[in-house]
T-cell receptor, first 114, second 110 residues
Framework: ETGVTQTPRHLVMGMTNKKSLKCEQH?????MYWYKQSAKKPLELMFV???????ENNSVPSRFSPECPNSSHLFLHLHTLQPEDSALYLC?????????????FGPGTRLTVT | DAKTTQPPSMDCAEGRAANLPCNHS???????VYWYRQIHSQGPQYIIH???NNETNEMASLIITEDRKSSTLILPHATLRDTAVYYC???????????FGAGTRLTVKP
């Protein structure tokens, strides 16, 4: 247990569906992140939030829409996804948005787009 | 951020020390060396990090060469549960955009 939880753990959705991934951290951290890990590929950073404000969007398609209502919760809203979006989506948090703080990862949501 | 080079895979006997190398020859003075590992289908787990000095915690030791161009992660007594992909990452201070590479797949064998 890292103190970062993600729900659901597994999700199967059609290309016309709308779904949301949820991440919650119980560590009192101020920065939160979404990563994508496709099969046979390294982790890719998608979004970064610091004190609820988005500080980074790594050229992610608009069919992925993040939301950070407070420092403890992070959502990833999904709509009209493509089969190539099937991947493990990981949430992480760190105390500060700075280079001397380690990131704590959740267990991930395994997404399959059919 | 600097790039890192790691061997794609390594084996280690259970109970022996696992020494995982990482080359980061273009590292700059304000970049940290981080190590994470990822056990199959789980989220990455932080192991250790350092700037210049060697570091040790309950999980591992990190040895950074004097010129900082390479480092070694040491798991002193590897167990079967240490089988995972190990990532070496260099990251600037005040920048939390970690760039994960392919890592080293460590297999601990009985």
């Amino acid at each position: 247990e890292t103190g970062v939880t993600q729900t659901p753990r597994h999700l199967v959705m059609g290309m016309t569906n709308k779904k949301s991934l949820k991440c919650e951290q119980h560590l009192g951290h101020n920065a939160m992140y979404w990563y994508k890990q496709s099969a046979k590929k390294p982790l890719e950073l998608m979004f970064v939030y610091n004190f609820k404000e988005q500080t980074e969007n790594n050229s992610v398609p608009s069919r992925f829409s993040p939301e950070c209502p407070n420092s403890s919760h992070l959502f990833l809203h999904l709509h009209t996804l493509q089969p190539e979006d099937s991947a493990l989506y990981l949430c992480a948090s760190s105390l500060r948005l700075a280079g001397d703080d380690e990131q704590y990862f959740g267990p991930g949501t395994r997404l399959t787009v059919t | 951020d600097a790039k890192t080079t790691q061997p794609p895979s390594m084996d280690c006997a259970e109970g022996r020390a696992a020494n995982l190398p990482c080359n980061h020859s273009t590292i700059s003075g304000n970049e940290y060396v981080y190590w994470y590992r990822q056990i199959h289908s789980q989220g990455p787990q932080y192991i250790i990090h350092g700037l210049k000095n060697n570091e040790t915690n309950e999980m591992a030791s990190l040895i950074i060469t004097e010129d900082r161009k390479s480092s070694t992660l040491i798991l002193p007594h590897a167990t079967l549960r240490d089988t995972a992909v190990y990532y070496c990452i260099v990251q600037r201070r005040n920048n939390n955009d970690m760039r994960f590479g392919a890592g080293t797949r460590l297999t601990v064998k009985p």
